[in-house]
């Protein structure tokens, strides 16, 4: 029989390793002495470098949608915290150094999420959305990811008006599983946050205009059965064209999913089946 890891005892070895891992992030950034970006401001950099909105109520599986109206104000009060922020030369962002604990103090409800790779609720619940957007800005950018969780190569919930490729989401957890990135060039940039009745809403603006443009997109797309488990395949690409001739000079590839389907397929999924 295999030994349960410490945090795997009870539920209270598990806070006691979680608190662990929460004070060891923060001495590291203490030791290491990064510049976070911090300063937000309401007058907005004139150069608009991309904008998305994310529709905060979907249905996701069997779901109950009360977790999605709370999610909705979870998002409303954590976006407060970053809309406006500049990033300037040097700098980095990190989401929990901006938003802190997502506490029921401060107002925050039980929300979606993910424990152990399944679907579970928590105060704070949603936060994976706002990553989710902000990373997905990001890479429309020059600006340089420096910590970026997947969701361990798992397909949790089926497509629900899908916008952007599967395999570009983040997972968070505060403090120790973040999502930063670094602004190396000579650019300052802005990261503008804000919830509507439908969407989470997001622009990144700068102070000048970028010498590349960038497209995100998926290849070889298709799902699969292995050893009777389904799994969701296919490869995601950045293009990085230039801005000035629209040339593609570069497509990278940024992520190979392989992830196993957790939920019922639908009998009109076609999926293809190994040889074994």
């Not at 406006?84 to 938003?99: A, D, M």
């Not at 490729?165 to 983040?170: Q, V």
């Not at 940039?189 to 497209?215: K, M, N, T």
Request: aromatic share 10%.
């Amino acid at each position: 029989m295999n030994r349960k890891l410490f945090c795997e005892i009870s539920p209270f070895t598990y806070r006691l390793s979680m608190e662990k891992e929460i004070l060891k992030r923060h001495l590291q950034d203490t030791l290491h002495k990064t510049h976070f970006a911090s300063e937000r401001t309401e007058t907005l950099l004139p150069v608009l470098v991309y904008r998305h909105n994310s529709l905060i109520r979907r249905r996701l599986g069997n779901v109950n949608m009360q977790l999605q109206e709370n999610k909705a104000i979870n998002l409303a009060l954590a976006v407060k915290h970053i809309d406006g922020l500049l990033i300037r030369p040097g700098e980095t962002f990190s989401i929990w150094k901006l938003i802190g604990r997502t506490t029921k103090r401060k107002g925050y409800k039980e929300g979606l999420t993910i424990a152990k790779g399944k679907p579970s609720q928590g105060i704070g619940g949603g936060m994976c959305q706002l990553s989710n957007l902000i990373h997905w800005l990001i890479l429309h950018s020059e600006l340089t990811i420096t910590e970026h969780h997947h969701h361990d190569g798992l397909d949790l919930f089926p497509d629900f008006g899908r916008q952007i490729p599967f395999g570009t989401g983040t997972s968070i957890s505060y403090n120790y599983i973040d999502y930063r990135f670094r602004n190396n060039t000579a650019n300052t940039y802005q990261i503008r946050l804000w919830v509507d009745d439908e969407y989470l809403c997001g622009e990144l603006r700068a102070v000048e205009h970028q010498p590349h443009s960038f497209h995100i997109h998926a290849e070889n797309e298709y799902f699969s059965r292995e050893n009777n488990v389904v799994y969701r395949n296919g490869e995601v690409y950045r293009d990085i064209i230039d801005r000035e001739t629209g040339k593609c000079l570069e497509s990278q590839l940024i992520r190979t999913n392989h992830a196993r389907v957790m939920y019922d397929c639908p009998p009109s999924l076609i999926i293809k089946e190994d040889n074994k």
